[in-house]
């Protein structure tokens, strides 16, 4: 018999946030980073020297968590944060040579464990997902 929250979509949601939350965890393990800190680094692969304000904005991150994140990422020597030269109250982000030289290794990292969650799926049903996730976000 089927019971009422395996036909439930928000606890279908969670259900596969976590195994996929947890693969990528245990992969990004060994390089002493966490899934949201991994995001942090890609936001800022794709834009360096963003300031805290934008990187929240673009992750959907509150200031207090975005804070914790950035302070870890400093101390481990992923991030360097400094006061933008124009305006001394906005934080300006910037990648050290450690992100930028392990770039590809966590690109690569990122794409086999997005590999491996829709390995059963066809490409449709790829597609599908994505935008239905995006559907879901808007």
């Given amino acids: 018999m089927m019971k009422s929250y395996d036909d439930c979509i928000l606890f279908l949601l969670a259900k596969a946030y976590q195994k996929a939350h947890g693969n ?6 060994s390089y002493g980073l966490t899934p949201i800190q991994h995001l942090v680094l890609e936001a800022l692969w794709d834009e360096d020297g963003l300031s805290a304000r934008d990187i929240g904005k673009r992750l959907v991150f509150d200031g207090a968590t975005l804070s914790g994140v950035l302070d ?9 944060k400094q006061s933008d030269v124009e305006d001394k109250r906005m934080l300006r982000i910037s990648l050290t040579p450690k ?4 770039k590809s290794k966590l690109s ?7 590999q491996d969650l829709l390995a ?14 995006r559907d879901i976000q808007n």
Avoid: I, P
């Avoid at 990528?24 to 393990?29: A, D, S, T």
């Avoid at 992100?99 to 392990?102: A, F, H, W, Y």
């Avoid at 059963?120 to 239905?132: G, N, P």
């Fill in 72 to 80: 870890r990422l400093c101390a481990g020597g992923w991030v360097l």
């Fill in 108 to 114: 690569a990292v990122r794409n086999k464990t997005n």
């Fill in 120 to 133: 059963r799926f066809s490409l449709e049903e790829k597609v599908l997902l994505k935008r239905l996730l």
């Fill in 99 to 102: 992100s930028n030289d392990l």
């Fill in 24 to 29: 990528f965890k245990k992969r990004l393990h």
